[in-house]
């Protein structure tokens, strides 16, 4: 065998110990899952499908696959170890968390955007391509009197019993933040994803929702999959590249377990203004400007007694 086969035959066994997987016989479930998670060139993912099917001829065990399994158009695809829609919905992160360099959005931003993408190509089942190119003028929420129907073009987006995890609350939740965000809006965007604001038992699909942008209700222009900062916040017009997206589908995939807990503030005690009237606050910041301006006097007198001083002083050497 070619090294470069032999190291792509590496790579998959590898990949199969990982799961617990014993490599041969290799099954186009587990073939077509290894391709997911490591994407490549229509070359590069040949030359591994080439790799194995080699091995498993030296082996006497024919690969009952196609040949060009690695062109399969979509990311979402039943792999070994890795859960479905509905439960990585239900283990996606979708408020805030305190996060290095002090920022405290960025986990929650990144769930509801990756949140997204589970409904995108692990529900209505679109292509890498297809899901990237989504702009948020395809999505159309129509209300009626049992609830919202959430459409992206023409495919109407599922609801379940589990606010989270239910595609449609998926969608709208990443909806109401990016909406915020594209209008200046970062301190709602920051409300939203408040650790302190979960609410785990309402469907968010229900709430009422609409977009007060160019273009009518219900609709904002702008790509719908969005790249983020290190920081956690949207890069307008940068949309996720189809690497990111299959790297992202496989990790949301690895089931960890996390459920959302409700967090509790500790309340705080009431301020002098918390029950104030305007009147009273302006009256409060004439007498903060009064202050100011008797400090300020004060301070000009004594750097005027410093500089007299200083030049006394100075006098006082030159005899």
């Known amino acids: 065998m070619r090294p470069e086969l032999r190291t792509q035959w590496a790579l998959f066994a590898d990949w199969c110990a990982s799961y617990d997987q014993a490599p041969i016989p290799a099954s186009a479930e587990l073939v077509t ?3 997911t998670a490591f994407p490549g060139t229509s070359r590069t993912q040949r030359r591994r499908v080439r790799a194995i099917r080699l091995q498993h001829d030296l082996a006497g065990i ?8 690695a062109a399969s158009s979509t ?3 039943a792999m070994p170890g890795l859960i479905e829609a509905g439960a990585a919905l239900s283990q996606m992160p979708r408020y805030g968390a305190p996060q290095r360099h002090g920022t405290r959005h960025g986990s929650g ?7 997204c993408l589970i409904v995108l190509v692990g529900v209505l089942q679109l292509s890498r391509r297809e899901a990237r190119q989504i702009s948020t003028t395809d999505v159309r929420i129509d209300t009626t009197l049992t609830g919202s129907i959430i459409r992206i073009g023409d495919l ?9 995890s239910c595609p449609s609350c ?4 990443w909806l109401r933040v990016t909406n915020a965000i594209s209008i200046g809006h970062r301190g709602t965007a920051l409300d939203l994803i408040d650790v302190t604001r979960k609410d785990e ?4 699909c229900d709430r009422p929702f609409s977009i007060d942008m160019p273009g009518g209700e219900g609709a904002i222009a702008g790509l719908l999959l969005l790249s983020l900062t290190h920081e956690g916040w949207t890069q307008p017009g940068v949309a996720l590249s189809t690497r990111s997206i299959s790297k992202i589908v496989h990790a949301r995939r690895i089931p960890t377990g996390h459920r959302e807990e409700p967090t509790y503030r500790r309340p705080s005690p009431a301020g002098r203004f918390a029950m104030a009237t305007a009147e009273q606050v302006y009256r409060a910041a004439g007498d903060v400007d009064d202050e100011a301006d008797h400090l300020l006097r004060r301070s000009q007198r004594l750097l005027a007694l410093i500089e007299k001083t200083v030049t006394l002083g100075d006098a006082a050497e030159r005899r």
């Open 33 to 35: 899952g290894f391709l």
């Open 62 to 69: 024919p690969l009952d696959i196609p040949a060009m399994a």
């Open 75 to 77: 990311v979402w695809s």
């Open 109 to 115: 931003l990144r769930g509801r955007r990756d949140a």
């Open 156 to 164: 109407v987006v599922p609801r379940t019993d589990t606010p989270g």
């Open 170 to 173: 998926a969608i709208t939740r």
């Open 201 to 204: 038992t309402s469907h968010d």
